[in-house]
């Protein structure tokens, strides 16, 4: 009969760098609004499409919250004080609802398909361009102010067609 051995394993460092298993970016709060925003504004047209690497690494960082319950005598008292997906959209759909819709001229984006294209600031925060071809417009989130967004910054543009 053979013996088994019991191996444990330890973590190797290379040049002095190990992993830190508690790290966490300082920029996760501000990747979690704008998924919720890029959610929130998607929620206008009837398709959106993005072939942008960055969505999903956002949307990552997004799904580490808890989904969030809809009724709130369900909800454990200590869990209402935490932030959940719920939530966060909930607050970027009134933020929307107040900076976006009425700012920007796309007639008819209820049953329009658009493209998103995203583009990274020098501050590491993400601008998100809906566009059709024709009509565009771009998103992005206004600094935060205690721990949450100020508001959407946006951007209204009409697209030159040859």
């Known amino acids: 009969m053979e013996k088994k051995k019991n191996v444990s394993y330890r973590e190797v460092s290379i040049d002095g760098m190990a992993i830190d298993r508690n790290y966490k970016n300082p920029m996760t709060k501000v990747f979690q609004y704008e998924y919720a925003l890029y959610l929130a ?18 949307m990552l960082y997004y799904m580490e ?15 209402t004080a935490k932030r959940s997906q719920r939530k966060l959209l909930e607050e970027m759909d009134m933020l929307v609802a107040k900076d976006v819709v009425g700012n920007i ?4 984006m209820n049953v329009c ?25 771009s998103v992005h989130l206004d600094i935060f102010r205690k ?14 067609v040859a």
């Open 41 to 58: 504004v998607s929620d206008l047209f009837q398709s959106v499409r993005c072939k942008s690497m960055c969505i999903g690494s956002l």
């Open 65 to 79: 919250l808890s989904k969030g319950v809809k009724n709130e005598e369900d909800q454990d008292p200590k869990e």
């Open 105 to 108: 001229s796309f007639p008819l």
């Open 113 to 137: 398909a658009a493209e998103v294209y995203t583009r990274l600031e020098k501050d590491g925060t993400h601008t998100f361009i809906f566009t059709d071809g024709i009509y565009g417009f």
């Open 147 to 160: 721990g949450h967004p100020k508001g959407v910054e946006v951007r209204d543009f009409q697209l030159l």
